[in-house]
């Protein structure tokens, strides 16, 4: 997959920006602050329609305007064209070859993106939100017909949430509307753990891969991971058993306003050696965590989609050791790389770069 062009419309520092983008490496210069991370930024929400920088996406929006627009030409590998566009803030929707879609949902797979970036750490060390938005990417990356297991249980968990907000608040209730969202919630609540099992155990398989070759031989290095459903002991998340957990919370959750069982509190439990990665392993483990993270995910959506997915690199060769930037160069060769860097990159990298591009105060400039 390409990306062949980029336009942007009031969307963070960029009033108005388009940029032309080869097959190969794009290289995106500049001084901290400029707007580079800005560009990947808007690529990344093409392909899962939400920021790894904010959960506002009000803030993504140019100050002073209500609304932003994103608009690409995209390519796959068969040569064939599609023109997409999405529209934030006020003007909330997507545009598929001019099919509009005011919930966004025919954008799932058009675009296909992984993005490498230094905050990756925190998806090891992190809180389980971190994780958790991880696997519910790769969810709809690897099957974006699912995207609405994701979306619906998000939207009912909202409105079941309103209801437990105003419930606090006048301290009053009707059982019976409760009881409906409770069956709702754990109907989409099962469908989104099973959903997410799936994935990870895909990207596992490769992870597990990437992490031994990271290590190098001779190291028994052993990366696992395991869903850890908080709501059924038995681990199987099941409706029934999230059904019984919002019974058993519903005392509390009218007293606090706020849904306490559910997939939205459910974790991934990393391990090295045997041992939490989240509080045992080293930082330089924890990189190669999530380095392997983010490889198995582009290397299990290219295997599942047929299509190589294009690549965001925000500045991570100054955060990786030789060897690790190695690894990435070598298993992402063939892939179209957009990447940004501040400062110095590795020669290997660099002799690669098929057009570079000069980015000062939201103005982006093609140099070579």
């Known amino acids: 997959m390409l990306i ?109 993106a992984t993005l490498f970036a230094p905050e990756d750490l925190e998806i090891v060390k992190g809180p389980p939100g971190g994780r958790r938005d991880f696997i519910d990417d790769l969810v709809v990356k690897l099957r974006p017909a699912k995207a609405g297991v994701v979306s619906d249980y998000a939207r009912v968990l909202k409105q079941r949430n309103g209801l437990l907000k105003s419930a606090a608040l006048t301290r009053k209730h009707d059982a019976e509307t409760l009881d409906v969202w409770d069956s709702q919630l754990a109907t989409k609540g099962e469908a989104l753990v099973a959903a997410r099992r799936n994935a990870l155990q895909t990207a596992m398989g490769v992870a597990e891969s990437v992490y031994r070759q990271a290590c190098g031989p001779g190291i028994g290095a052993e990366l696992r991971a395991e869903y850890a459903c908080s709501f059924d002991k038995s681990g199987a998340g099941s409706a029934t058993a999230l059904q019984e957990a919002l019974k058993a919370a519903r005392p509390e959750e009218l007293r606090r306003g706020l849904t306490l069982a559910g997939p939205h509190l459910d974790d991934i439990a990393i391990s090295v050696n045997g041992l939490d ?77 098929s057009a570079t591009y000069s980015v000062k105060m939201g103005r982006v400039e093609q140099i070579t």
Request: proline share 2%; net charge negative.
């Open 277 to 353: 990665a989240r509080t045992r392993a080293s930082q330089g483990e924890q990189r190669t965590v999530a380095l392997s993270l983010r490889l198995a995910e582009h290397e299990s959506v290219a295997a599942a989609s047929g299509e190589e997915g294009i690549l965001l690199l925000d500045d991570v060769f100054s955060e990786l050791d030789p060897s690790r930037s190695r690894l990435l160069v070598e298993r992402l060769a063939s892939a179209q790389s957009i990447l940004t860097a501040a400062g110095m990159l590795p020669t290997e990298i660099r002799e690669q770069v």
């Open 4 to 112: 062949r062009e980029l336009e942007l419309h009031n969307f963070r520092n960029y009033q108005e920006a388009e940029i032309h983008f080869p097959a190969g490496v794009s290289l995106i210069e500049g001084e901290n602050g400029q707007g580079k991370t800005n560009i990947l930024e808007a690529i990344y929400y093409l392909a899962v329609q939400h920021s790894w920088r904010t959960s506002r996406e009000e803030s993504v929006v140019r100050d002073g305007c209500e609304s932003a627009r994103i608009s690409a030409l995209v390519e796959n590998r068969r040569g064939n064209q599609v023109r997409v566009a999405l529209g934030l803030g006020k003007e909330r929707d997507a545009v598929v070859n001019n099919t509009r879609d005011p919930r966004r949902r025919q954008l799932a797979g058009v675009v296909t």
